[in-house]
């Protein structure tokens, strides 16, 4: 089997597995898989980084997107605990720093 991912967007995985029976007369058969919807949210689990390696990582894949959020939570260790939950992260900065 071959499997080629061109893309993904929004949960959507574009691309095709393409494999060939044994056996079988016909040509090589697809499963097209941009019907197959996934929640990332699934993958992702926390790590273990350094604040060092951490910035570097961000810094080499620009992931730096400001959001704004509207939140009745005001008080920021309440807010940052749950955005880890949320999203299946962990704050790196310690207690002492925030």
């Known amino acids: 089997a071959t499997v080629k991912v061109a893309s993904t967007e929004n949960g959507v995985i574009f691309s095709t597995i393409s494999y060939d029976v044994r056996g079988s007369t016909s040509d090589r058969n697809c499963v097209y898989l941009q019907d197959i919807k996934i929640d990332i949210m699934d993958y992702i689990v926390p790590g273990n980084v350094t604040d060092t390696e951490f910035r570097q990582m961000w810094s080499d894949f620009e992931w730096e997107n400001k959001v704004n ?22 704050v790196l900065t310690g207690d002492a720093a925030i």
Do not use: A
Not at 71 to 80: A, K, N, Q, S, Y
């Open 69 to 90: 959020v509207m939140t009745p939570i005001r008080d920021l260790r309440e807010f940052l605990n749950h955005l880890s939950t949320s999203t299946n992260m962990k």
